[in-house]
Every structure is written in structure tokens, then in C-alpha cells.
T-cell receptor, first 113, second 114 residues
Framework: KNQVEQSPQSLIILEGKNCTLQCNYTVSPFSNLRWYKQDTGRGPVSLTIMTFSENTKSNGRYTATLDADTKQSSLHITASQLSDSASYICVVSASYNTDKLIFGTGTRLQVFP | NAGVTQTPKFQVLKTGQSMTLQCAQDMNHNSMYWYRQDPGMGLRLIYYSASEGTTDKGEVPNGYNVSRLNKREFSLRLESAAPSQTSVYFC?????????????FGSGTRLTVV
């Protein structure tokens, strides 16, 4: 069964600290992996999209890594800011159908001053 | 640069009532989607439209209908609302349905069915 699991479910950190969010997937055949940021009461906003051949991709203070062999991805946030408080959703695409975007349940990050 | 606009933002319905959720995008995207987001679950695809004039079922289409009115607009209709349809609904669009295209999401419609 195609699944995307994220950990931790929630995380609290102090402003200025770094953190890493994890995503494990069992989706096959794999096409790409995306990370989205979802602020409370808003829709998801794309952070990165990585294909099979990409190991790492950055977007400002956000750096995503992908290990297609172990089917794991991580999202590292550097020097966190209060505005980073949000849910971060890992999404994996299967390579045979447009409607096969499998969404994780997200990690809820709270950054405190 | 509005992106994807959804209306209404909030709605309360009684069981059995009908309503239509509206979605419009101004990015000239060909493909549009409707998702629902429930607590403890990932977003699930209800219906999608690969291009103007076409619609297809997603993972959870039962109880819903859609209309791709034109290239900009994609509406979702609940003919007879049920409490199980209480959810947050997101509309999204992308240039094409190819899997490497990024999605732009609207801000969502929070629907409660009592």
C-alpha cells in the first residue's frame, strides 16, 4: 500500500534553532517528492520538488534531502523564525497517474521566542 | 496575482442541503483539482480536471459532483450534504497534470454539516 509517514507529529523549538523533519514513504513507482508548508487556515504552499536523481534541494533556509534507496526524505530548517510555525507536509508522487499524489499527515512545528 | 481563489471561506449546512463551492485561478493553468483535508489524514483527491471540458474521479468522489465551467473555474457541488462531508476543502491548479508540475492551492473552504 502506498503510504507516506512523517515524524515527529509535532515539534516545539526556540527561535533561532535548527530542526529536521522526517518523511518515510512506501510509494512505488516513485516519481517525485514534494515538501509543502501550510500555515493555519491557509492552503499548502510548495517549498521544494525533488525527482529520483536529486539528493538535495534548497529554498532559502529550507533544505530538503532525498534518499531514494531507503525511501526517506528530510526537511531541515535553519535558524528558525516565528513565521516558520506551520504544518509541513511531505507529498510523494507515483509515476503512473496524475491522481497519485500521496500526502503525509504533516508535522506541526511551533517556534517560540 | 490572486492565484487560486475559493469561495466561500466558511459554510455551515444542515444535513440534506446542497451547495456549490467555487474555485477560480488566474494563472492560465490547464489542470484543476479538488481535495479534502480531515484531521489526522493527508489531503485526499475528490475530483480533478486535466483540461477544460474534462473531469475525472479521484480517490473519494462519492457524494460530490464537479463542473469545469471554463479554463479558469472549477466548482464542486454537494447535492445532499452529510455530516461525513464536514471537512476543509482545497482547490488547486497546475500547468498540466504531469507529475513534475507544482500545484498552487487556494486558502480553503471550511464546511460543517450538522
Amino acid at each position: 500500500k502506498n503510504q507516506v509517514e512523517q515524524s515527529p507529529q509535532s515539534l516545539i523549538i526556540l527561535e533561532g534553532k535548527n530542526c529536521t523533519l522526517q518523511c518515510n514513504y512506501t510509494v512505488s513507482p516513485f516519481s517525485n517528492l514534494r515538501w509543502y508548508k501550510q500555515d493555519t487556515g491557509r492552503g499548502p504552499v510548495s517549498l521544494t520538488i525533488m525527482t529520483f536523481s536529486e539528493n538535495t534541494k534548497s529554498n532559502g533556509r529550507y533544505t530538503a534531502t532525498l534518499d531514494a534507496d531507503t525511501k526517506q526524505s528530510s526537511l531541515h530548517i535553519t535558524a528558525s523564525q516565528l513565521s516558520d510555525s506551520a504544518s509541513y507536509i511531505c507529498v510523494v508522487s507515483a509515476s503512473y497517474n496524475t491522481d497519485k499524489l500521496i500526502f503525509g499527515t504533516g508535522t506541526r512545528l511551533q517556534v517560540f521566542p | 496575482n490572486a492565484g487560486v481563489t475559493q469561495t466561500p471561506k466558511f459554510q455551515v449546512l444542515k444535513t440534506g442541503q446542497s451547495m456549490t463551492l467555487q474555485c477560480a485561478q488566474d494563472m492560465n493553468h490547464n489542470s484543476m483539482y479538488w481535495y479534502r483535508q480531515d484531521p489526522g489524514m493527508g489531503l485526499r483527491l475528490i475530483y480533478y480536471s486535466a483540461s477544460e471540458g474534462t473531469t475525472d474521479k479521484g480517490e473519494v468522489p462519492n457524494g460530490y459532483n464537479v463542473s469545469r465551467l471554463n479554463k479558469r473555474e472549477f466548482s464542486l457541488r454537494l447535492e445532499s450534504a452529510a455530516p461525513s462531508q464536514t471537512s476543509v476543502y482545497f482547490c488547486a491548479s497546475s500547468e498540466e497534470t504531469g507529475l513534475d508540475y507544482g500545484y498552487t492551492f487556494g486558502s480553503g473552504t471550511r464546511l460543517t454539516v450538522v
